[in-house]
């Protein structure tokens, strides 16, 4: 049925939510979704050197080693290149997006970590560029002149549609944390339940880091978490493993 003068605004029918906020969560929904075909699900950013050595064994200890990389380690990190490329992206500044790139690809500690973040950055721009294209973002990918890490990707697309920064974070970090406890129940391994029990655990984390990200500057950049990055170096040489990292 065609709408009359008399009927209620689309807005006010989808419970206060515009046609352009409609469009950028759903764009949020499908690119981090488990779904979204970037790989993520072939790699465990370390943890099943951690589970091997004994560090994660139960649902407990999986939340705390989480809760760790994500607020001091990879997962803070991640969330400032995001919200920096997003920022240089939105503003047009194709000197900063590359400084911002390079800095990114130089700060992964690991190869294998460094291959992840860089074949997933990888797809994430081919594969919504295919589908979603947008006016720019082939002159922002341009700029950067180099590999693009994960992070970085996700906020320059974002950014090039309009996508605003705050919701982009979360949505990154609690992408991220999912495929994290995924590795995790595969290999502890954990029933369905836990698992979520550990989502629901870290929620006030995603979204203190994801605060916390979009403050920062570059200049706040650091990581604290030593066994991580040494799970991910002991990943390279383990003898028999699941996952890619």
């Not at 705390?64 to 990190?77: I, K, Q």
């Not at 403050?215 to 390279?236: C, I, K, M, V, W």
């Amino acid at each position: 049925m065609l709408m009359t003068a008399n009927e209620s605004d689309p807005a006010a029918v989808r419970g206060g939510i515009t046609e352009d906020e409609a469009a950028a969560l759903y764009r949020l929904m499908t690119w981090l979704s488990p779904s979204f075909p970037v790989g993520a699900f072939a790699y465990s950013s370390g943890i099943e050197w951690a589970v091997e050595a004994g560090d994660i064994t139960d649902a407990a200890s999986l939340r705390g080693w989480l809760a760790a990389m994500l607020a001091d380690g990879s997962g803070f990190c991640d969330a400032v290149f995001l919200a920096q490329s997003h920022r240089a992206a939105s503003e047009h500044n194709q000197s900063g997006l590359k400084e911002i790139a390079e800095l990114a690809a130089a700060f992964v500690p690991s190869r294998e970590r460094q291959l992840e973040t860089t074949t997933q950055g990888r797809a994430f721009i081919e594969i919504a560029r295919a589908a979603w294209n947008s006016p720019g973002l082939d002159a922002m990918i341009a700029a950067c002149d180099g590999a693009i890490v994960y992070p970085v990707a996700v906020g320059i697309v974002s950014a090039a549609h309009g996508i605003p920064l705050a919701p982009s974070l979360h949505a990154f970090l609690h992408a991220v944390v999912s495929n994290w406890i995924s590795a995790g129940s595969r290999l502890i391994p954990l029933g369905q339940t836990d698992s979520q029990r550990v989502l629901a655990d870290l929620e006030p984390v995603v979204a203190a880091t994801a605060t916390r990200a979009g403050a920062a500057s570059l200049d706040d950049l650091g990581s604290a978490t030593f066994r991580a990055d040494l799970a991910g170096l002991r990943h390279e040489t383990q003898y028999t493993r699941l996952f890619r990292s």
